[in-house]
């Protein structure tokens, strides 16, 4: 499977003519997005600058900011079109390769949503605290996240006492919408894969754990 262009490589592939890609000012050529590697267990957060552009004419490296970067991953996706994270059985992501590109764990209280017997304010507070706890854990510097796709992300539940398989992920749609937002990606979309764990953790407060793989990380890409 390869990853959304720019390949791993030294050579940037010729990009289609027509699309709307960011053109590089300095000789006209198209900006085209590549994922850097983070080699190890994601741990810290300084070295990390933006995502990488490389013009396909000169081949330099170009500084840009988010905005640049989402329109050369927006067109490239329109022109090559992105694999979606692969399945295995019951629909599952694959595992993906080396360590997550970011790992960030806070406490937040995730519940049985569907058990749940409570007034509508308490239900609505709850909510907006997992969201804005995950919004907090994953504003991290530029270049942290991975915006090249496709994403796999796994959400684990750390608490004293599991929840059943059905309940686990109505207890995390808040912190996987906030996910994806971060990624700036819709939550539905086959791009990015979601997978769920729970761990028996000691103390009282409830923790979550998200964990998030680029396109180097797809089984089968280039290493």
Known sequence: MTPLALPLGPEPPPAPR???????????????????LVVGRFAQHEGLGPEPLVCNRCHHGVEAGLEVLLRARDAAIVDRGVPAWPRVWCGGPAEPLGAPRVMVEFDVETVA????????????????????????????????????????????????KALDDDNLGGAFKEVRDTSAAALHIDDGS??????????????????????????????GSAP
Request: aromatic share 8%; proline share 6%.
């Open 190 to 219: 086959p791009l990015i894969a979601w997978a769920y764990a729970q761990e028996i953790g000691d103390g009282d407060a409830t923790r979550a754990r998200v964990e998030i793989w680029g396109a180097a990380a797809v089984p």
């Open 18 to 36: 027509g699309r709307a890609y960011p053109v590089h000012r300095g000789c006209g050529g198209a900006l085209l997005l590549r994922e850097q």
């Open 113 to 160: 949503e569907l058990n749940a017997r409570e007034h509508w304010r308490s239900q609505r507070s709850r909510w907006q605290a997992q969201r804005d706890r995950t919004t907090d854990a994953l504003t991290l510097p530029a270049g942290t996240l991975p915006l090249l796709g496709p994403w796999c992300v796994r959400l684990t539940r750390l608490a004293t």
